[in-house]
């Protein structure tokens, strides 16, 4: 059995931002992921929204973490060598919703947020000339940026796997007994040991948390849907476009992805933990209430519905050590700002660590490489990269110009991608506008001859989603 000094459980933003963390200050570390892949559940689809920090109430744990997790993203993500959107938020009214806007802005002072402004009409519409005619005022929160929270959660497990640390995937704690030194934990076949765990298993903080026979929390599922239109529309929208929030929530915006999409959505609708379906309701909705804020969506262009699923636990964020086990820790309900939160939650466990002993020394940091990007290159570079390897001029997704060698080296990343999605969320084939369409037979080929394995055995995500059952020519066989 493996030993290690300290366990993190779940491969979310949070998860991975512990692991990460603890690595860079010389813990023996591992981090255990049900999934196949880190980023499996609300850290792949949500908003990507880097939030400044003015919605939280003050003196609650999302407002610390919030205020301070958005300070340190990027530089964080200069580090890690993934793009940071410095754009800043907009929060939009109609006449009306000016004192409710001058609230926001005095919460987010006392949070502690820089240079919110409101901002009166006619500056707001050469900012955002496509506004629907209604609106008048905005807070403006220059701090708040978009980032893509899958690439910031790859790049965060590849940076700790490059300096030490460990990630097994397809691990799904389900059993954990206490020894003298620590914890054994067993999804059943293998087991690790450690001597600090860390529960980051966001749906399953409960399940973990049970498994130690301490506290659990009322939990809830609430699913937010999309719709994402191509990338032809960039330049409709400049900023995130927030309407007022309600009690509910922070309301359906007008969004920009790093990579030139927009984004509508997400609504707020109470599920099931895995219900990832898109209903039509939902998405009438969608349309329905954007007019408030932008006008002529174009929603001809539309590639993609999506969801992802809120973990809420009342009102606040729980980051707690647990008074009932020694050196046991846990993350629950990280709902949104929890994407903006999470590099500051990580800081807040390796203290708690250090508080209870954890031995931490300095290591000799390796820098984690970026993927080659072919699309933002200039044509000499281009030139003379395929010159070196002549793959790099072999396009495999047409949408949105990936070479086979990207798709090469992706397959070849620390952290290995097991499945189509999995690249998808790496180096993009089928994210464009065929969404996969023209691209799939060709990277499940490559996927095959990289991994020498069958053209079967290869799964758009989960075991059970294989593309392909078997041979036509030879009669399924
Ligand atoms: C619609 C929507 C919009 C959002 N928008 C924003 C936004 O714009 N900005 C923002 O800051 N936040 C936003 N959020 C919130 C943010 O996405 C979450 O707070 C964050 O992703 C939670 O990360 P996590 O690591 O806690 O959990 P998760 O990402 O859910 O990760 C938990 C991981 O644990 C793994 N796991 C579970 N059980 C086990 C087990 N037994 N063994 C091993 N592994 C296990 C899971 O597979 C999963 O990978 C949004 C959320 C949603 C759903």
């Given at each position: 059995?493996?030993e ?5 459980i779940g ?8 692991f990460s963390?603890?690595?860079?200050n010389?813990?023996?570390?591992c981090?255990?992921?049900s999934?196949?892949?880190v980023?499996a559940y609300?850290?792949?689809?949500n908003?990507g929204i880097?939030?400044s920090?003015y ?9 610390k973490y919030?205020?301070l997790?958005n ?6 993500c200069e580090r890690?060598?993934?793009e940071?959107?410095e ?5 939009v009214?109609k ?7 001058m ?5 987010g ?9 409101i901002?009166e009409?006619a500056e ?5 000339p496509?506004?629907?005619d209604?609106?008048k005022?905005?807070?403006?929160a220059?701090?708040g ?8 959660c ?5 940076e700790?796997?490059i300096?030490?640390?460990e ?6 704690v389900?059993?954990i007994t206490k020894?003298?030194t ?5 999804d059943g076949?293998?087991?690790v040991h450690?001597?600090y765990v860390?529960?980051?298993a966001?749906?399953n903080?409960?399940?973990?948390n049970k498994?130690l ?5 009322p939990?809830?599922f609430?699913?937010?849907?999309y719709?994402l ?8 929208i400049?900023h995130p476009i927030?309407?007022?929030p ?6 359906i915006?007008?969004n ?8 509508f959505g997400p609504t707020?609708?109470?599920c099931q933990?895995d219900d990832?379906s898109?209903?039509?309701n939902?998405?009438e ?6 007019l408030?804020?932008v006008k002529?969506?174009n ?9 992802g699923i ?7 964020f729980?980051?707690?050590?647990d008074e009932t086990?020694?050196?046991?820790y ?8 929890g994407l903006?939160a999470?590099?500051?939650?990580a800081?807040d466990?390796?203290?708690m660590l250090?508080?209870?002993g954890?031995?931490t020394?300095?290591i000799?940091?390796?820098?984690r490489k970026?993927?080659?990007?072919t699309?933002n290159?200039s044509s000499?570079?281009?030139d ?5 390897n002549?793959?790099?001029?072999k396009?495999?997704?047409?949408c949105?110009h990936?070479s086979?060698?990207e798709?090469i080296d992706a397959l ?8 189509i999605?999995a690249?998808k969320?790496?180096v993009?084939?089928t994210?464009?506008?065929c ?6 037979p060709k ?6 001859n990289?991994?020498r394995?069958?053209k079967?055995?290869i799964a758009?995500?989960e075991?059970?989603s294989?593309?392909?059952v078997?041979d ?5 066989k």
């Amino acid at each position: 059995m493996k030993e290690f000094d300290l366990v993190v459980i779940g491969g979310g933003i949070v998860g991975c931002n512990t692991f990460s963390e603890a690595v860079l200050n010389g813990i023996n570390t591992c981090l255990l992921e049900s999934s196949n892949d880190v980023s499996a559940y609300a850290t792949k689809a949500n908003s990507g929204i880097v939030h400044s920090g003015y919605d939280p109430i003050p003196g609650s744990l999302m407002a610390k973490y919030n205020v301070l997790g958005n300070k340190m993203y990027k530089s964080m993500c200069e580090r890690l060598g993934v793009e940071y959107l410095e754009c800043g938020t907009l929060t939009v009214s109609k006449a009306d919703g000016k004192e409710a806007l001058m609230e926001l802005k005095k919460r987010g002072e006392e949070n502690g947020v820089l240079g919110l402004r409101i901002i009166e009409e006619a500056e707001l519409k050469q900012m955002e000339p496509n506004l629907s005619d209604d609106i008048k005022f905005a807070l403006f929160a220059p701090t708040g940026g978009v980032v893509s929270p899958y690439s910031v959660c790859i790049a965060l497990a590849e940076e700790g796997i490059i300096n030490g640390g460990e990630i097994q995937t397809k691990f799904e704690v389900k059993q954990i007994t206490k020894d003298e030194t620590g914890y054994i934990l067993s999804d059943g076949i293998k087991s690790v040991h450690a001597k600090y765990v860390i529960n980051c298993a966001g749906p399953n903080a409960n399940e973990i948390n049970k498994l130690l026979n301490t506290k659990t929390y009322p939990m809830r599922f609430v699913k937010g849907e999309y719709i994402l239109l191509d990338k032809s529309t960039k330049g409709y929208i400049n900023h995130p476009i927030f309407p007022l929030p309600t009690k509910v929530g922070k309301g359906i915006l007008a969004n920009i992805t790093v990579h030139g999409n927009i984004m509508f959505g997400p609504t707020a609708v109470d599920c099931q933990k895995d219900d990832r379906s898109v209903d039509l309701n939902g998405v009438e909705k969608i349309k329905e209430q954007i007019l408030q804020t932008v006008k002529e969506p174009n929603f001809k262009k539309t590639i993609k519905l999506f969801a992802g699923i809120r973990v809420k636990t009342g009102s606040d964020f729980v980051v707690e050590r647990d008074e009932t086990n020694k050196n046991y820790y846990y993350a629950v309900g990280i709902c949104s700002p929890g994407l903006t939160a999470a590099p500051a939650i990580a800081k807040d466990f390796l203290e708690m660590l250090k508080k209870d002993g954890i031995k931490t020394k300095p290591i000799n940091y390796k820098k984690r490489k970026p993927y080659i990007d072919t699309q933002n290159m200039s044509s000499d570079e281009l030139d003379n990269l395929i010159k070196q390897n002549p793959l790099y001029g072999k396009i495999v997704c047409r949408c949105e110009h990936i070479s086979e060698a990207e798709i090469i080296d992706a397959l070849n990343s620390p952290l290995h991608p097991v499945s189509i999605d999995a690249l998808k969320r790496r180096v993009r084939p089928t994210m464009g506008r065929c969404q996969g369409s023209f691209c799939i037979p060709k990277l499940i080929r490559i996927m095959a001859n990289e991994r020498r394995l069958k053209k079967e055995q290869i799964a758009l995500n989960e075991k059970g989603s294989e593309l392909i059952v078997g041979d036509i020519k030879n009669g399924g066989k």
